[in-house]
């Protein structure tokens, strides 16, 4: 348990067997809509990341809606940062080599973490995994429009997200939503770290996901974008039996190594 803006905050670190330190680290944020999942419904896929990819990976529960709407993600996520600098001698974690990943309302996070960081003179990142992130809560792109009943994850899905993490009073595509809570809508991009980009064909948010990469890179930020096909949202997460789901993942990893390995 570390200290959280709204009490102790549940971490799960995952070290790397025979590495030595110090290793870049991972801060990585799960998916569930805003509304569910945790540490625990993850618990593969980070030891996964952290064995093949050779980095401490530091997993955070934080805070859910629509018990705890927005800002409330956001800010355990940024506390959690500010944990892993101040700590990273113990953890044997370089802290020029900290990133910031995860995947759907997890890769939301990442995002935003990025921009709250820089916004603050914060601890720096050094990259940002955005594993099929959510960007957009104004569900206007032709993926949205298209995948209204697929399996995982649908438009009807994606409304009601919005509704429970924005919380009451403020409307999903309406005026008066955040940068930091759906990051396509942050007037500048500039001097975020370099990013990592993975959509899928299948999945109604692949345009806002591509749509961000590009307003990255029309920013200057070192981006790489992955559109995998014929494949659904969330499919890193069915594990490694599958060779489709391994040969997306090494892909993750490679861009993992190549931004924080020596």
Do not use: C, K
């Not at 975020?192 to 064909?201: D, G, I, N, R, Y």
């Not at 559109?227 to 090494?250: D, K, N, Q, S, T």
């Amino acid at each position: 348990m570390i200290p959280g803006p709204g009490g102790e905050l549940r971490v799960r670190v995952y070290t790397p067997a025979a590495a030595t330190p110090p290793l870049p680290a991972l801060l990585y944020f799960h998916g569930g809509g805003f509304v569910a999942g945790g540490v625990d419904t993850h618990d593969a896929w980070t030891a996964w990341i952290a064995d093949e990819v050779g980095t401490v990976v530091i997993s955070v529960d934080y805070r859910l809606a629509p018990e705890n709407p927005f800002p409330a993600a956001p800010e355990d996520a940024y506390a959690a940062l500010e944990w892993t600098a101040a700590h990273a001698a113990e953890l044997g974690v370089d802290p020029a080599r900290i990133a910031a990943g995860g995947d759907s309302a997890g890769g939301n996070l990442a995002a935003v973490l990025a921009l709250l960081t820089r916004d603050r003179g914060g601890p720096p990142l050094r990259f940002q995994y955005l594993d099929v992130p959510v960007t957009d809560d104004r569900m206007g792109t032709p993926s949205m429009r298209a995948f209204d009943d697929t399996p995982v994850w649908n438009r009807p899905a994606n409304e009601l997200m919005w509704r429970h993490y924005l919380g009451d009073g403020v409307r999903p595509g309406g005026p008066g939503v955040s940068p930091y809570a759906a990051p396509i809508r942050a007037a500048d991009l500039s001097g975020l770290p370099p990013a990592f980009v993975a959509t899928a064909e299948y999945d109604p948010l692949r345009d806002e996901g591509i749509e961000y990469a590009g307003r990255l890179l029309a920013a200057g930020v070192h981006t790489e974008l992955r559109v995998y096909p014929r494949v659904p949202h969330g499919v890193v997460l069915l594990g490694g039996g599958f060779p489709v789901v391994r040969r997306i993942a090494e892909d993750h990893f490679a861009a993992l190594r190549r931004a924080l390995l020596p």
